[in-house]
């Protein structure tokens, strides 16, 4: 079954230090990929999104993600992350069999240390 | 942001009543869906609709239906609420052809 795993449910790090976000997929056609982030009390907001092309991707905020087909992997980075990036992180696979859908990780809450 | 608006944003209901939340859209995108958000769980498909009358189930669909009569409206009828049906609601809305979903602020339901 098409599935998405998170292996990290919270992740701390200090201002400026740099961050990763693990991400695994299980799909067997070519994934299309997204990460989201999600602000206390808000909805999602799409950080970047993979579809093909270039495996290393550029999203807002800073961030960036690397697609890696042999791992089956869509790893989200930051450099030096910001108070402001304390959210909890989703990734996400779009399934598409006939109609689409997207199935989603655990997500991964970051809280960042002064 | 995406024309996106789900009602009622909080709602507290007694176990047994029936419960309908809607989704409101203005950007007239192909795809509608329904998501619950729990702790540990992430966010779980419900329904979804590819169009006008049409619909299927998600991966948690047992004790909800959904109904999508006009492009813009996808409602989610929980039919007897239960206690394990408490959770926080999303609408999200997608273009379909691999694009990505954008999605409403969410309904807080709660189920006692």
């Known amino acids: 079954a098409q599935s998405v795993t998170q292996p990290d449910i919270h992740i701390t790090v200090s201002e400026g230090a740099s961050l990763e976000l693990r991400c695994n997929y299980s799909?067997?056609?070519?994934?299309?990929l997204f990460w989201y982030v999600q602000s206390p009390g808000q909805g999602l907001q799409l950080l970047l999104k993979?579809?093909?092309?270039?495996?290393l991707v550029q999203g807002i905020k800073g961030f960036e993600a690397e697609f890696k087909r042999s791992q089956s992997s869509f790893n989200l980075r930051k450099p030096s992350v910001h108070w402001s990036d304390a959210a909890e992180y989703f990734c996400?696979?779009?399934?598409?069999?006939?109609?689409?859908?997207?199935?989603f990780g655990q997500g991964t809450r970051l809280t960042i240390n002064p | 942001d995406a024309g996106i608006t789900q009602s009622p944003r909080h709602k507290v209901t007694e176990t047994g009543t029936p419960v309908t939340l809607r989704c409101h859209q203005t950007e007239n995108h192909r795809y509608m869906y329904w998501y619950r958000q729990d702790p540990g769980h992430g966010l779980r498909l419900i329904h979804y609709?590819?169009?006008?009358?049409?619909?299927d189930k998600g991966e948690v669909s047992d004790g909800y239906s959904v109904s999508r009569s006009k492009t813009e409206d996808f409602l989610l009828t929980l039919e007897s609420a239960t206690s394990s049906q408490t959770s926080v609601y999303f609408c999200?809305?997608?273009?379909?052809?691999?694009?990505?979903?954008?999605f409403g602020q969410g309904t807080r339901l709660t189920v006692v």
């Open positions: 999200a809305i997608s273009e379909g052809k691999s694009s990505e979903a954008f």
């Open positions: 799909y067997g056609a070519t994934p299309y």
């Open positions: 609709s590819y169009g006008v009358k049409d619909t």
């Open positions: 993979y579809f093909s092309g270039d495996t």
């Open positions: 996400a696979v779009a399934i598409i069999q006939g109609a689409q859908k997207l199935v």
